[in-house]
């Protein structure tokens, strides 16, 4: 159009100054700029000298001039588009991240479009770097697309991918192993109780003679393994730090008549480590993938540590009835001594009228002094074993009628009524806080059945806090608050003095 300095632009991302020289006949005249056929504000010049028109932001103008000549005419004239466009295209892309195999197809297209504000879809625009990329070598590419429109803008996003190896025939040969090794063991079952079911058939029409030394063969196996066992404990237990761990297991030893060397106990957490690796190992193989390292670690810790949790629950049970019993045993030395028996003869009575944990402690005791050590060490290795404050509390008072004399039989009646009123205390207690301690179970066991749950649904659910920083931090958080939650209850739901 005569008279704009720029009368078309198609597309561009940079301020377009427009500039309109009227005629000399125009006396005045007024602009009015038309965005996206939108009227904006006019805007009057009383001359005829130029304007400089500024558009600089995105969108479709027009420039709309009205000129008035000396005479009063006005005439309207019209610009052409003036297309700017300063806003980047999007590039959309479904995943950030992919994890593939170096043998398998990735269509890099998949999921990724583009749109632009002004030039709409530019999906065929897209280009990437693929073609410098090896996806049949193991490691993290980085994929890069990039689009531009018309007007010069450019885009570019970033896909990491996670070339891993094939492992796919190493998956089939596993798992047919672990099938062979399964049937071998159905087979070898099956024919064992087979031999079992002729072996009792024929037993009664047969003599067995008593030079026959053969033992079962799950008696074999266990040998084997104990003979395996021993062969390690011989060798780890040479190492100083073992030797100190395995003092621990003498409480358990005492408790449960082990016979064997402390080291074993070390051993055999050892071995049920790899077992529970091995388990693992299966499992990934069941599920087409291999183990990784620390999927490995953490089932060899949860198997190196469960004997020990199996051992700890055992001991606690075993203390939890000799406290149950400490108050019977007390009566049945009190009566014994009003009958006018010893120590030494009240002791094999307990012996002999209980049974259970209690009775064999008593029988350990009776035998200490049967040995020749004194009654006040008896007790109190007695009180040292099980750590009891009633072990403790008959100790000292022993102690005090051995050094001091006095009437045992009074004695042992206040020791009975003392430890009588504080169970029947207990008990009460117990059923006032019974309640207030199932809520405290079910919401400190609430959340990790919820997050299990949730887990069972969607496993992709909890993924993005691992694999963001800051969804690392927030699982720290959460852990510090759940586990101070669980202390701060535990200490609000304790009382001094009951236990």
């Keep these: 159009m005569e008279g704009l300095s720029i009368n078309y632009i198609d597309s561009t991302n940079k301020d377009v100054v427009v500039t309109y020289t009227p005629s000399s006949l125009v006396s005045s005249y007024y602009y009015v700029i038309v965005k996206n056929n939108q009227y904006g504000e006019p805007s009057y010049v009383n001359s005829n000298t130029p304007v400089n028109i500024t558009l600089n932001e995105t969108g479709t103008y027009k420039i709309e001039i009205t000129n008035t000549d000396y005479n009063g005419i006005s005439t309207i004239l019209t610009s052409g588009e003036y297309k700017i466009d300063k806003e980047a295209p999007i590039i959309n892309i479904k995943e950030k991240t992919y994890k593939i195999t170096n043998k398998e197809e990735f269509n890099i297209m998949d999921g990724i479009t583009a749109t632009d504000i002004v030039d709409g879809d530019l999906t065929h625009n897209i280009t990437s770097n693929k073609d410098t990329l090896d996806f049949s070598v193991e490691g993290i590419k980085k994929l890069e697309y990039s689009v531009s429109d018309k007007a010069g803008n450019t885009t570019s996003e970033i896909v990491y991918i996670t ?120 499992v990934k193989f069941i599920q087409a993938q291999l183990a990784k390292p620390f999927e490995m670690i953490i089932p060899f810790i949860l198997g190196y540590y469960t004997l020990d949790l199996i051992y700890m629950y055992k001991y606690i049970k075993y203390k939890k009835k000799i406290e149950n019993d400490m108050l019977e045993a007390i009566t049945v030395m009190s009566n014994a001594f009003k009958a006018g028996m010893s120590i030494t003869q009240a002791v094999d009575l307990v012996a002999k009228e209980l049974d259970g944990p209690i009775s064999k402690e008593f029988k350990k005791i009776g035998m200490e002094i049967s040995l020749g050590l004194d009654i006040e060490t008896s007790f109190k290795r007695f009180a040292d074993r099980i750590k009891l404050s009633e072990a403790v509390y008959l100790t000292s008072s022993l102690s005090v009628l051995n050094k001091t004399g006095g009437n045992i039989i009074k004695v042992f009646d206040s020791i009975e009524k003392t430890i009588f009123n504080r169970k029947k205390l207990e008990n009460e207690f117990k059923a006032l806080t019974s309640s207030s301690k199932l809520i405290m179970y079910v919401l400190i066991i609430v959340p990790i059945a919820f997050v299990l749950f949730i887990n069972l649904i969607n496993k992709d659910y909890f993924k993005v806090l691992f694999e963001n920083p800051l969804g690392i931090i927030l699982i720290i958080i959460m852990l510090i608050i759940y586990i101070t939650y669980i202390v701060v209850v535990r200490k609000v739901m304790k009382v001094r003095g009951i236990k």
């Design 163 to 282: 070339v891993k190896k094939d492992n796919t025939d190493i998956i089939r040969l596993g798992r047919v192993g672990i099938l062979l090794v399964l049937l071998f063991i159905i087979i070898f079952i099956i024919k064992y109780v087979r031999s079992i079911k002729l072996e009792k058939r024929f037993s009664k029409y047969t003599i067995n003679s008593s030079k026959n030394k053969s033992i079962s063969l799950f008696d074999n196996l266990y040998n084997q393994y104990m003979d395996f066992i021993n062969k390690m404990s011989n060798f780890i237990g040479k190492f100083e730090i073992v030797k100190k761990k395995s003092l621990k297991y003498d409480k358990y030893k005492e408790a449960f008549d082990i016979e064997e060397d402390n080291t074993n106990f070390i051993s055999k957490k050892i071995v049920l480590g790899f077992v529970y690796v091995m388990f693992a190992i299966i």
